[in-house]
């Protein structure tokens, strides 16, 4: 077995120190023959499925099947529909792997994740958490028997940290590679190094048709193998929302013309109505994909759906927090036409069966590295071509497709021809620390696809240097160890370790956990008074630090008073996003675990409430503690929060964490 690897070497090691001992002898082969007996029964366990021989995969199954056996890495470009994300794990199990370790998926997001396992699961007739299973943030449901183990990417770099071999795979599956994400190119320089001490590992790159040549050149040229899609002629319609479509009929064009005159450029949700109308008046049974760029939008464009009342309709939401039931009514749609409302999650890591039309309103949210304030910001930007086409690929699939984008031809002809790799765009202090901790050089030796920005790195080490965490010849100091233990961003690890040395653990962790999540409390356009009102009741004068223990402690009673159903009442009522409320109690529950493993205790603040609420201690002395634990996750370009500020006319002392444009946390210290 994979995973006894290390042990048979040290046990070898000690034989070859003196082989005239026996014992020492003996130890190593009953260990390796335990192992390989190990190795034997799980290989007469394994599951087996064939490729269906519909999906365009399958016209290539053996050779990608003698591919794996015969090389270290295999590059596969599949276009949409071809069957790559559920059949490959099938295809290494039919080249013998996953009988001395877990042949590992990666997938870029939870969703994913959890919906291919479950695919897989069902197809080679295994229950979910046996022979096939997933591993995503909060949640684990591998078993002891498991063989295809799903998960995120960033839980497979998780594992590094305490495995630098990955000695549970014998296989490693990077799906969906080229997204180009800073966890995948991470994992893709990593493995790259790997290899060339892991001969027995397998290594399969898996991506959309978009430069796999610069993978193939990554790994030594490795093989690609091209798989194409599945599907039928789509067309495509522009509906800019300027009120000058391209190819309308001439009522419908009169009626956007009048639009255009009296309001100026249509909103994006009125685009996205006008184009569901055309789609319904042509074709009132045929599913439709929306894509939307945040949650946010999401619950604005269902709004406005819901309003229409098509007959025999339903508007569903498809994001990675929703539920599982309400994923489930995505992917096994009922007899009623669907309007599915996605974010890029639909783009090409999921497939959701039974789409006709897409609208793409060409949009997405993209992190993006600001150099002059020093701090990842996210913004709404136009999609490039090669996502507009990824989009375009989801309908098609059972029969012709129509996309409509609400952009211009010539829009779409000047866009970018691909969306740039994240290394190339974002901050990279917790990359480099992360670098450090697993001892893998300098950021600038690293082997990515693409070395990062210059001047993002250099801004990396100073955000490093000015935390504490390196010292002036760049190595880790003991703050900078602690630091990268801690699964959040690195301010708000280096406010947790201030913490813990100033008696306000208990604190911290409530407020870094609610600092690491998108911002819960919601303000719907047509209810803002509302909206403040209800989150006035959490407010606090003195530090928003202090509100927010205020929202924690209320929360904590009401999810231990309340069945779920009336939990998700309560944030209704009082405007708060119940998914993000429930996101936000996890983190801090993975927090305070990773707080123990550290040795660190919040015992002072434990009483009779639990981990509810603010610890009981004079309400002046615990704002200034906090004010002091704080300081120290402020680097030179955090966002001094000003004692006064107005909110809605209204002027309202502000003091505290911020919340950057992005509605996720941004830093800001007390004054």
Sequence with gaps: MTRDRGRLHGLWSRWSQAPADAGRRDAFEKALTTSIALRDARARKLPSGAVPDELPIAAEAQRIVDLIREHPVVVIAGETGSGKTTQIPKLCLAAGRGAAGLIGCTQPRRIAARAVARRVADELHVPMGGAVGYQVRFTDNVGEDTVIKFMTDGILLAEIQSDRWLSKYDTLLIDEAHERSLNIDFLLGYLKQLLQRRHDLKVIITSATIDTARFAAHFE?????????????????????????????GARRALLADEAANDGARTVNEAIVAACDEIT????????????????????????LERRKYRHTEVLPLYAR????????????????????????????????????VVDPGLARIKRYSPRAKLDRLHIEPISQASANQRMGRCGRVSEGTCYRLYSEPDFQSRAPYTDPEIRRAALAGVILRMLALGLGRIED?????PPDPRAVTDGWQQLAELGAVDEERKLTVIGRLMARLPVDVKLARMLVAANAHDVLREMLVITAFLGIQDPRERPSDQRGAADAAHAQFADLRSEFVGILKLWSAYEDAHADLTQSKLRAWCEKNFLGFLRMREWRELHRQLKLMAQELGWSSERAEGARGDAGAPERPPGASTQHLKTASKPGATKNAVQAPRVAIVDGRPVRARGAGRSESGSARLAVDT
């Design 221 to 249: 040229n490795a093989p690609v193998v091209s798989v194409e899609g599945r599907g039928y002629p789509v067309s495509v319609r522009y509906r800019p929302l300027d009120g000058g479509p391209e190819q309308v009929p």
């Design 281 to 304: 008046s042509e074709d009132a049974r045929g599913d439709v994909l929306v894509f939307l760029s945040g949650e946010r939008e999401i619950r604005d464009a269902h709004q406005a």
């Design 322 to 357: 929703l539920s599982t039931r309400d994923q489930d009514r995505v992917f096994n749609p009922g007899p009623q036409r669907r309007i599915v409302l996605a974010t890029n999650v639909a783009e090409t890591s999921l497939t959701v069966p039974r789409i006709r039309y």
């Design 446 to 450: 690293f082997p990515f696809l693409e």
